[in-house]
């Protein structure tokens, strides 16, 4: 483990929490369910899927729990987004029952956002709501590892299912990433890119200086990386955790990405690069509504490039079909389309009633060409 273990806060007053980020960290994990005030914990559930446990961090964690005295029960899901279900968290509660959970166990979720969503889900539901810890072992978690929204999918919308269940804790170790294919490296990279281009314009300028080291997953760079995001994502979760306005944000390109996953099949894209094409979109409109300026469209798209990411929407799908699942957006009132749009790099806003024709025209331009 090196010396260089970064702690930050999520500000929510009595129910506030830290993100824990360094090399080797799991490790600890037994030590910091302790001193995030867990020792009372009567069982572990520790959620995760094959993927991560085959890599090996599945050991590395329950040895760290049960060296701490713990008693666990593993529960492995199958990997991908198709998991995100109510069928697997019907799995789940059973598991939690017959490990006789009860209002004094807490559920680990040790992977990526598919696991931290599914196993936040239930502990949300669980019992009516049991402690909850983060793992995150993917680069696109440290996303979805803050903030607490949790959720399932359903067939007709992504996250439609689901809850605000803030975790005790987020353990960030970012030598679990190295087992990561590439594909998922640049997953998670998209909402990275996304975190600078919605707050903090000297972190996009870090990021487009950085990124071969991002990608080659350089030890310190990653660090840095992942507790620059989580920290924008902690600021604007502390000043809005229910998403009643600021928080939208984070939600910038994810009307038209959450489109994508739904309309092409959960798991054909990855969640970035579902992102990835979304912010592209976002940003054209941007430009098209006389928001953005031309040089700042280019820049965000030579951005998403220069980490391996799509950026144009699929031939596949319609933009009769996209514009109707848009229309289903939870941030939409109504039938409107509402869009985060960008109005600078580093500052955006949440735009309601966009005209029709300029949605439709910006998905005729960001739209993948026969070769
Ligand atoms: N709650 C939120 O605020 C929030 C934010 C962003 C994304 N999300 C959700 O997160 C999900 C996407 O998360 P994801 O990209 O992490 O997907 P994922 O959990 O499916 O992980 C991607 C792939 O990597 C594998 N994997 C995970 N860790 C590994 C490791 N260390 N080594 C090797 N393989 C590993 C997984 O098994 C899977 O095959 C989506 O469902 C998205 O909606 C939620
Ligand atoms: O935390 C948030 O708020 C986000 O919007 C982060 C997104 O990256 C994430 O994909 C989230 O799950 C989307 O939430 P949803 O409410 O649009 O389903
Ligand atoms: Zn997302």
Redesign the pocket.
Known sequence: MTDDVKRLRVDLGERGYEIIIGDGVLRSLGEEMRRADLSETSHILLVT????SK?G?LEVAKESLEQSGYSVTVVEVP???ES?NLDQAERLYDAAFNAGLDRRSTIIAL???????LA?FVAATYMRGISFVQV???V??H??A??G???V?HPRG??IIGAFHQPEFVLYDVN??R???PR?IR??IA?VIKHGLIWDREFFFWIERNMEEMLSLDSAILVDMLARSCAIKAAVVAKDEKEQGLRAI?NYGHTLAHAIEGLAGYGVF???EAVSIGIAFAAELSSRLGYLSSQDLVRTERCLLKAGLPVHIPASLSTNELVSFMRQDKKAIGKTLTFVIAEDIGRVSIVKDVPLQSVIDSIDVRRERAS
């Not at 899927?49 to 991560?52: K, Y």
């Not at 992977?111 to 969503?117: C, E, H, M, S, Y």
Request: no cysteine.
């Open positions: 899927d094959e993927h991560v890599a961090h990997p991908g987004e995100k992977g990526g956002g598919v696991v931290g969503d936040g995150p072992t993917t696109l978690a996303d979805s803050v903030g929204k949790v959720a999918n992504k996250n679990t990433l087992t990561l294919p998922e997953s998670g909402e984070l990855t969640h970035g």
